[in-house]
């Protein structure tokens, strides 16, 4: 379950159909504030959105999304702290956050140890096009058939993604 169709639409309601996928779900090192701060250190570049009600919605739309796109929820839930002034900045970060994927392989080689008859279990984690961690290993145990090889396989690689 991806919300694929959600997720589309969402974007084109933003009228951002034509642009280009980023790498990373929020700014690296962006740091969002609030009116408060602004007033205190002094800052006036940043103004108060006139229609709040549009980056409420925007945030409502995607941590609605996180249910199925866990790996959204960081950066919705920074974004969801300033729901009652939000900044031009915080609009920004929010047209900014990335509907890129999660994807998970694995494979087992069941009872490919010709000494013990364990299987080998691998998997591969990607987000986007960036691997974020495989790994080949001997199960622990002998599997009875291929079936449960696999399975063992999933369950080690669903571990890794949760």
Not at 20 to 33: C, H, R, S
Request: hydrophobic share 35%; charged share 20%.
């Amino acid at each position: 379950m991806h919300q694929r169709k959600y997720a589309l639409e969402i974007i084109s309601d933003l009228g951002l159909g034509g642009s280009k996928p980023i790498a990373t779900p929020v700014e690296l090192n962006g740091k969002l504030t609030t009116v408060v701060f602004d007033k205190y250190v002094g800052v006036t570049s940043d103004p108060v959105l006139s229609d709040i009600g549009e980056y409420q919605r925007l945030v409502g739309r995607l941590i609605y999304l996180t249910i199925t796109r866990p790996d959204l929820s960081y950066a919705v839930q920074n974004l969801s702290q300033f729901m009652n002034a939000p900044k031009q900045s915080h609009m920004n970060a929010a047209i900014r956050v990335h509907f890129g994927s999660l994807q998970a392989f694995c494979d087992a080689d069941w009872g490919s140890c010709p000494d013990t008859r364990r299987s080998i279990t691998g998997y591969m984690v990607k987000f986007g096009e960036s691997l974020l961690s495989w790994k080949s290993k001997k199960q622990s145990t002998v599997s009875r058939s291929s079936a449960e090889a696999e399975y063992r396989s999933l369950a080690s690689t669903v571990a890794e993604v949760t």
